[in-house]
């Protein structure tokens, strides 16, 4: 059998590219070609000696091409959603509609190199970066999520559609609450990822609190420090911004706790099976790594759990990964509830396998196998 080339839609050099390359080292294969989104977005090739060259024409005959995340590359955030300091918050609406526009340029490219093949769907992709979207599909699915709140006056009185365009901004925000009779939601951004712009809203009468990592000032920043607001104004200011872009509001899912500190778990998906698994706890209603959140002991949630309800956390998993049957491996954002025994799906990350150092679980058929060696692993035995 004849080794198979890879090539990598990212961004060269950054981590998620070296850790795939890494892996596919281990397994005796050579580098992957490297495509920058910068290119794909801009038409052009910046591979040595391939100047004013279309991008898609380097790829390798016959090459497995894996589409990874553009990163926190300033240059491809500006061919993205426009020019800008990166930490801002917003322009997700921007974003997303160049990052489609890049997926579908992907697939067309793969589609006309002989050989080729894409490792995931594109159009999956896009869905997940689509918190409304991705919500949706996965509640006609009879996937457990939390509830979300309608966004049209003719959903009005529904609590189970999903929320589509603009909400009214704050004011609109806080009359779809009083009618569902929700004091706590989660607003978070269409279109964003690493709880960008995510804020926790807690409102009782005339008392509001949002907790948020996003800065007020002139313009919206990304902060890695969780804070509160507790004054109307700033609360509707920051919403008031970000409603623009399309927001999507779920009801507040209450989650368990371990000495003292919420939890929730990453669970990757490879090929159908849960394969790794890592715990986020935090003091605040975020449980992002980079905003503050720790890892947590995984066998003290399975004990916690049980058995049982170890498989049924695992079976609500995989299902919401079986929504998106033509990807390869997903991030499962898995809540779990103050009884331990409800489970909702917060989030299908596309890009949710950047846990370094973390390997399968017993029995998954990833044993010993990071993240991407399992990916790598699924891709040989798929090509064979």
Known sequence: MSVPAFAVVGTPGDRRVRLFAAALERHGLPEPYV??????????????????????????????VRVESPGEDAATDALLRGPGDPTRVGGGAAWHAAFVRGLRSVREAVARTPGARLLGDVAEIAVMFDKRRCHAR?????????????AGERDEGSVRGPLSGSIGGYAGLRARMRAAGWSRVFVKPAHGSSASGVIAVEAHGDRVKAVTSVELGPELHNSLRVRSYEDEPSVAAIIDALDPDGLHVERWFPKASIGGRVFDLRVVVTGGRPTHAVVRTSL???????????????????????????????????????????SPAVGVDLLIGVDRRRFAVAEVNAFGDLLPGLMGLPGSGADGLDTYDAQVALALRQAA
């Open 284 to 326: 605040a209603p975020m449980t992002n790594l980079h905003l503050g959140g720790a890892r947590g002991d995984l066998g003290e949630v399975r004990s916690a759990l049980g058995e049982t309800g170890w498989a049924r956390a695992m079976d609500v998993c995989a299902r919401a990964a079986a929504c998106f049957p033509g």
């Open 138 to 150: 996965l509640l006609a699915a009879g996937v457990p999520v939390p509830l979300a709140l309608p």
């Open 35 to 64: 495509v920058a989104w910068s290119d794909v977005l801009t038409g052009g090739s910046s591979h040595p000696g391939s100047a004013r060259r279309p991008w898609w024409l380097g790829l390798p005959r016959g090459a497995l």
